[in-house]
């Protein structure tokens, strides 16, 4: 790794505060001793209180916890929202637009662009979907695009979040509860406001419903209570004003979707689902599946309900077809990515592989089709044992990797015990499409809270923070 | 509203009125366990006390079936009360109700939730010795103010929609059920006793009996004479101002379907109609001349026909294709032995 430091978005390397920052820098200079840790032990306890939590997989006595939070907001200047908000729906319409030419005519595969190979020869590749008509042309409703920066106005795209993107509930609750902990902050400071997302998802899922009909019932489907996100499935249910919905509490009959109400059958016409791909429908997928719905997908096919996001949207954001956003955004757009991916090495090229075995210790290498982080070795933060271990299984299937370099993410200050002190961050934006593409300024801010770590998941020591997107352009 | 969350409030009330019931039923069971007479035919394991807990709440086979050997005070309150095994204990149903409660918390108020679950939390932190050796009537006494404090909080909060009937209806479903099986109880113990009608033993077991759905004083004040087997029957059959009678739950429950039933779902309300007026313009005279027991049977299979329909119309709907609409599919028999939830 270069000796440079990360960048600071509060500070400039002189040390001065940067211009977005100075509010909230005066503020905390005004702050009794005592104060924020106070108020930190009052988020902590609100946060349990309040049951925003997420279950924790495989403990019997039904434990939950609730993911870190962390008082000192991420600040982004005006400037700097705009590259990142105009990136991410140029992102997203590329990628909607990628789909549909996929489950079509796949243009993109006769133009040379894309190999057959990477798309039909994709296990999230959907056969099914081929010729299935979407209204609105929209596969991606609801998007989460990962975001890193690592100097001033530079930007890269870890990857894209395509298939049922969680956590944008800790964006709305966040918020929450830091007006409730510092409303004096607000009357200081231009925060541009995200509450409005819940309107803005419903209304995106409204007009996404089938034609026949102009006032669509939409649902949101969880997996059940057992779900580690299932929080947030009752939370948006809730704030749309919505039901939350299990696949138990639909049938299907005619090709047509139904609710079982205690008033007798009522018509389904959009379904926010928060169920993978497989679970869906034991009828056209895995068949030991309790959770979907037999016969769902004959009638989505039929276009008597919508699902969102679409079925078979994960070929669009898996780590191979991450290299090929770049040219999507050139062929369907004929535009310049705003944001552009970081520089990733495809193994399956014996240059790149040359260059990655050469440089595993600096690199970070993924497996194309993981996620979560299983299948992947941090280089800088790895063992020689683990260097070599892991060489071992790059050379035995090279295809199956990616290699990219450790970026250094910027740091945010962050209250850790009594201190304020930079860690690392990434940023979710949530990217709604729909009539069309928008996104509430702000997102997931996710932080990682042990000193030097690069990883910001909360499974693994990461926590959240607002994020604040400030209005006024003189910053 | 949908048919799961219906069904969860339904059960969640129907579990805390059965452990209420069954507290009330267990308290008056130890009270006259520790009177000096005893049921005649002491050679048969029904004529225990303590086997009446079991016959009364069908659970007489599953009891044997896990507890061979003579019956026991110990035995029995342990499997009624704290055994997890069973899921017609005290602690199986609070639990289950908790759990009903929690999965539909956004139809409850914060009140009820927070009622529902510190009575979970306290009733899981008690040990089973420290309850027997602090009097095992104060925790019958506890369960039952638990469960009249969340039926208070829900009268109390609750808007009173769609959720708030589902509530209330299975509060009166149980109890009916109830107290028609309490009052059966004397066909299996003092009928075919050897003891002269209107002896000792007939006494306390007929002041136990109402003692155990609060009825006693009602008793006194309204007939100011003898306890008699028709007198009670009816009392807690035919008396509407009674407010555990079987009765003034037809009220409730026929009212509730009055409001709930639609065109489409005629049928319940059309049952619990016929229930009602059953007891609203029967006899007691009459009663006793078909024959208590008799009676009394088929009313409960009646009544299990009714939750039977409840749930094709509104808790588990059955989905007829042909006519595309909700259609009770057919009457499954044995209903009337089926007391799990």
């Not at chain 1, 992947?376 to 020689?384: E, H």
């Not at chain 2, 077991?205 to 008793?219: D, E, I, K, M, P």
Request: negative net charge; hydrophobic residues 40%; contains cysteine.
């Amino acid at each position: 790794m270069s000796a440079k430091p990360p960048y600071d978005e509060m500070r400039a390397a002189d040390g001065t505060i940067r211009p977005h920052y100075r509010a909230h820098a005066e503020w905390l200079k005004h702050q009794e001793p005592g104060f924020l840790q106070q108020k930190q032990r009052e988020a902590n306890a609100l946060y349990t209180r309040l049951g925003i939590t997420f279950a924790v997989y495989g403990d019997e006595s039904g434990t939950e916890r609730s993911i870190p939070f962390d008082i000192i907001p991420r600040i982004i200047r005006p400037a700097a929202w705009k590259i990142i908000s105009d990136g991410a729906r140029q992102r997203v319409r590329a990628l909607n637009a990628f789909l549909k030419d996929i489950y079509n005519e796949q243009e993109i595969v006769k133009a040379g662009i894309i190999p057959a190979s990477q798309i039909t020869g994709n296990p999230a590749y959907r056969p099914e979907m081929k010729g299935v008509q979407l209204p609105g042309d929209v596969y991606v409703h609801i998007a989460g695009v990962d975001i890193v920066k690592t100097d001033a106005g530079q930007f890269y795209v870890l990857e894209d979040n395509l298939r049922t993107p969680s956590g944008v509930s800790y964006v709305l609750e966040n918020r929450k509860m830091m007006m409730r902990l510092f409303p004096d902050l607000f009357s200081k400071m231009p925060v541009a406001p995200v509450d409005h997302f819940t309107d803005d998802l419903l209304e995106n899922l409204r007009a996404v419903a089938p034609s026949h009909t102009s006032q669509p019932t939409v649902v949101v489907m969880t997996p059940g209570a057992h779900n580690s996100a299932y929080f947030e499935h009752a939370f948006l249910a809730q704030q749309m004003g919505v039901e939350l919905v299990e696949g138990q509490d639909m049938f299907v009959a005619d090709d047509v979707v139904y609710l079982r109400t205690t008033e007798g059958p009522q018509r389904v016409d959009v379904i926010y689902r928060r169920i993978d791909d497989d679970f869906l429908d034991p009828v056209a997928f895995r068949p030991d599946s309790a959770l979907g719905v037999p016969g769902l997908f004959s009638a989505y096919r039929a276009g008597n309900v919508n699902l969102a996001n679409a079925i078979g949207t994960g070929v669009a954001d898996d780590k191979s077809t991450y290299l090929f956003v770049p040219q999507m955004i050139d062929y369907y757009l004929n535009e310049k990515p705003i944001i552009e991916n970081v520089p990733t090495y495809k193994l399956s090229d014996p240059e790149d592989l040359a260059y990655t075995l050469a440089h595993l210790p600096e690199l970070v290498v993924k497996e194309v089709h993981g996620s979560g982080g299983y299948g992947m070795l941090v280089g800088p933060t790895s063992t020689k044992a683990q260097i070599a271990d892991f060489r071992k299984v790059i050379e035995k299937n090279p295809k199956n990797y990616i290699a990219q370099p450790t970026l250094a993410l910027s740091t945010c200050p962050t209250f850790i015990d009594s201190d304020v002190v930079p860690r690392h961050v990434d940023l979710r934006p949530y990217v709604l499409a729909g009539r069309e593409v928008t996104l509430v300024p702000g997102g997931l801010t996710r932080v990682a809270l042990r000193e030097g770590s690069l990883v910001v998941n909360s499974s693994q020591g990461g926590g959240t923070k607002d994020t604040w997107v400030l209005e006024d352009q003189s910053c | 509203m949908l048919s799961r969350q219906a069904n969860n409030l339904y059960w969640m009330s129907r579990q805390i009125e059965r452990a209420e019931n069954t507290a009330r039923l267990l308290d008056i069971t130890h009270r006259m366990s520790l009177l000096p007479y005893r049921v005649v035919d002491t050679g048969q394991d029904w004529a225990d006390p303590w086997a009446l807990p079991l016959i009364i709440n069908g659970l007489a086979s599953e009891y044997y079936s896990s507890h061979p050997g003579q019956i026991t005070s110990q035995k029995v309150l342990h499997f009624m009360v704290m055994d997890s095994a069973n899921p017609s204990s005290i602690f199986s149903l609070m639990r289950a109700a908790r759990e009903n409660g929690r999965s539909m918390r956004g139809l409850l108020t914060t009140e009820m939730y927070e009622d529902l679950n510190s009575m979970w939390l306290e009733l899981r932190s008690r040990s089973e010795t420290a309850m027997k050796s602090g009097g095992i009537n104060d925790f019958f006494e506890w369960i039952k103010t638990q469960s009249h404090q969340f039926r208070g909080v829900t009268v109390g909060t609750m808007l009173r929609d769609e959720a708030y009937q589902f509530i209330r209806l299975g509060t009166f479903m149980e109890r009916a059920d109830n107290t028609v099986r309490l009052l059966d109880v004397k066909y299996h113990t003092l009928l075919p006793s050897a003891e002269e009608v209107g002896g000792a033993v007939d006494y306390y077991q007929w002041s136990a009996l109402l003692r155990s759905v609060s009825a006693l004083s009602a008793y006194r004040r309204i007939y100011r004479d003898v306890i008699t087997p028709k007198r009670v029957a009816e009392l807690l059959l035919l008396h509407e101002d009674m407010p555990r009678s079987v009765h003034a739950c037809m009220n409730e429950i026929y009212e509730i379907l009055g409001d709930l039933c639609k065109k489409e779902s005629m049928e319940p309300e059309r049952l619990a109609g016929e229930l009602h007026a059953q007891l609203h313009y029967g006899r007691v005279d009459q009663i006793m001349e078909t024959g208590l027991h008799e009676y009394l049977m088929e009313f409960l299979e009646k009544l299990h026909q009714l939750d039977a329909e409840l749930n094709q119309y509104f808790l588990v709907p059955v989905f007829a294709p042909e006519t595309k609409s909700f259609q009770p599919a057919p009457q499954t028999q044995g209903a009337a032995q089926n007391q799990t939830a």
